[in-house]
Nanobody, 116 residues
Framework: QVQVVESGGGLVQAGGSLRLSCEAS????????MEWYRQVPGEQRDLVAS?????TPTYTSAVQGRFTISRDKNKVYLQMNSLKPEDTAVYYC????????????WGKGTQVTVSS
């Protein structure tokens, strides 16, 4: 059974840094793309950063230059620097099935709060 578990959220002052971690377990194969999303209450869940199985990263413009996504097989990390209050959200990790297109798995999320 596949499980996706995030960790590393917390409370930080504006300008500070946090590192989120996510591990997807339960598959003998490397997951396809792994992604970080974030969601504020009452709003849709938005893509923050994605990394392919081969390690190619992409970022939404709001975090470009401040956040860095990386991975080690089925573990993915999000280094968040120069945090802003508008980065406050629940951050979710998503792992795409190694072979089945359209099949993916979500974690339960980790809260990131940036105080001004």
């Amino acid at each position: 059974q596949v499980q996706v578990v995030e960790s590393g959220g917390g409370l930080v002052q504006a300008g500070g840094s946090l590192r989120l971690s996510c591990e997807a377990s339960g598959s003998p194969s490397t997951f396809n793309a792994m992604e970080w999303y974030r969601q504020v209450p009452g709003e849709q869940r938005d893509l923050v950063a994605s990394i392919s199985r081969g390690g190619t990263p992409t970022y939404t413009s709001a975090v470009q230059g401040r956040f860095t996504i990386s991975r080690d097989k089925n573990k993915v990390y999000l280094q968040m620097n120069s945090l802003k209050p508008e980065d406050t959200a629940v951050y979710y990790c998503k792992a795409d099935h190694p072979f089945a297109h359209g099949l993916h798995y979500w974690g339960k999320g980790t809260q990131v709060t940036v105080s001004s």
